[in-house]
């Protein structure tokens, strides 16, 4: 299997880093330069290059500047989000960020990961896992979610929190590690549109 069908394939791998996989990112750091240095007010021109970066996009994702990924194509909207200031997604597994997602400022969404043994970090052994928002979700500011993760349906993830496990649909999460500190209830949804 190359490492291009490791990289888009929906489940977790271990690969040998090789400097020849750099040439996929290529396109991808150019288009986030551009996309970084683009005029603030140029929207038409910054939604044709997320256009061209993003593995799945549409005009209902809104994305600030500043913007790192690693490749782009593995990254997929499937409606209209939100992305603050300063936010990164190491894709080296598939992103997908559902519809009504909001994420805040200085998020990283962090697919890449190392060997823990020490030796076959040095040699270049890289990990990766696939990373799922799910539709209505929001991703406080600073919080980090970690390889492998999905975030259920309609959940709430506390500013600075680093996720490194599953969170259900419908709940409160927070801190470092990430843990759920209860659901959201109907009160929450009231007060909080008044």
Excluded at 53 to 72: A, I, K, P
Excluded at 82 to 87: D, F, K, R, V
Excluded at 110 to 136: F, L, M, V, Y
Aim: aromatic residues 8%.
């Amino acid at each position: 299997m190359s490492f291009l069908e490791k990289l888009t394939k929906p489940e977790a791998y271990t690969a040998q880093f090789e400097p020849s996989n750099l040439e996929l990112q290529k396109p991808a750091k150019q288009l986030c330069w551009e996309f970084n240095q683009a005029q603030p007010n140029d929207v038409d021109k910054k939604s044709a290059i997320l256009a061209k970066l993003f593995g799945t996009y549409n005009d209902t994702v809104f994305v600030e500047q500043t913007f790192r990924c690693d490749y782009g194509f593995n990254i997929h909207f499937h409606g209209i989000a939100l992305i603050n200031y300063n936010c990164v997604m190491l894709d080296t597994s598939p992103i997908n960020i559902g519809a009504g997602v909001f994420i805040a400022p200085g998020v990283c969404l962090s697919c890449a990961g190392h060997s823990i043994d020490p030796q076959e970090r040095i040699k270049g052994i890289i990990t990766s896992a696939p990373i799922t928002i799910q539709n209505g979700v929001w991703i406080g500011a600073n919080s980090t979610v970690c390889a492998g993760v999905t975030i259920g349906k309609g959940s709430i993830i506390g500013a600075g929190s680093v996720v490194t496990k599953d969170i259900p649909a419908g709940v409160v999460a927070l801190g470092s590690p990430c843990k759920v500190l209860r659901k959201v209830t109907e009160q929450d949804r009231i007060e909080k549109c008044i």
